[in-house]
């Protein structure tokens, strides 16, 4: 207990999924959380539920305007923010390159890339300011390996940026003790993963090694390392939390 005791963390698409299992982790061990998502009554009980340390705030991740708002709110109720978490994401129509309409293709970086460079850019003044940070962006197995890459080359495309995004602005903010690192989950058992495949992963299931979907909260623990201040030497790294898939 107590691993994030001191930080503020900011977690974006926190309503579901992965990102309501950071946030619950990360209240866990001591973190002030501002909890973001689009999806707002559900949004707003879970950060209800997990008491005063958790505010909830709607957040367009693609407007830079409302990152401003954001970060502009979360420090006059929590103060400095030295913890972010990139997680917000979608994974767009399944399509083959041919089938992708330039629409879809641009609405899907949109959420994947682009909100994770205005996320970097919004808080990283709060980060100078406070003299620390860690920055965890979610990318996927499929910003490692295209053969991971489905539904279409959109969700590729913008898993692959987080990557080097992650590694350049890593090199970037080094010395001013900022660490940037990219967390590439495998199939893990959220709501989006049950929409994209089913409850036991579909296909998929045959090509992992350890022949089983993940908890999410297999995933947030990784991240809390990451955020936490055990990972003070640890900055431009991808890790992979895949079961082993791209070990063949």
């Known amino acids: 207990m107590g691993r994030l005791t001191g ?19 990360f ?6 959380v501002v909890l973001t998502d689009v999806s707002e009554q559900v949004g707003q ?12 705030l709607k957040h367009d ?14 420090e006059s109720v929590h103060g400095y923010i030295n913890v972010l978490v990139n997680n917000a994401g979608i994974l767009g129509p399944v399509a083959n390159t041919l089938a992708l309409s330039e629409a879809d293709y641009l609405k899907v970086c949109n959420v994947n890339q682009h909100s994770v460079f205005l996320g970097m850019q919004a808080v990283l003044p709060s980060m100078l300011k406070a003299g620390i940070g860690s920055i965890v962006n979610i ?6 390996a295209a053969n991971y890459g ?8 913008s898993k692959f940026a987080v990557r080097g995004m992650t590694k350049a602005t890593a090199v970037e903010y080094g010395n001013r003790n900022i660490r940037v690192n990219s967390v590439h989950p495998g199939f893990i058992q959220t709501p989006m993963m049950v929409e994209a495949t089913n409850e036991s992963g579909g296909d ?12 999410p909260k297999e995933v947030s623990n990784l991240v809390l390392f990451l955020a936490s201040d055990e990972a003070s030497y640890i900055t431009g790294s991808e890790y992979l939390v895949d079961a082993g898939m791209l070990a063949q």
């Open 27 to 32: 209240i866990a061990e001591g973190a002030k």
């Open 150 to 157: 489905f539904p279409n080359l959109a969700y590729v495309a």
């Open 204 to 215: 998929a299931l045959s090509l992992i090694p350890l022949g089983r979907i993940a908890d």
């Open 45 to 56: 009980a879970l950060a209800d539920e997990l008491g005063g340390n958790a505010l909830f």
């Open 61 to 74: 991740v693609t407007c830079a305007r409302s990152w401003t708002e954001v970060v502009a709110k979360a």
């Open 7 to 25: 930080k503020v963390a900011l977690i974006t698409g926190a309503a579901r999924g992965m990102g309501e299992s950071h946030a619950r982790c």
């Open 139 to 144: 990318s996927s197995i499929a910003g490692m």
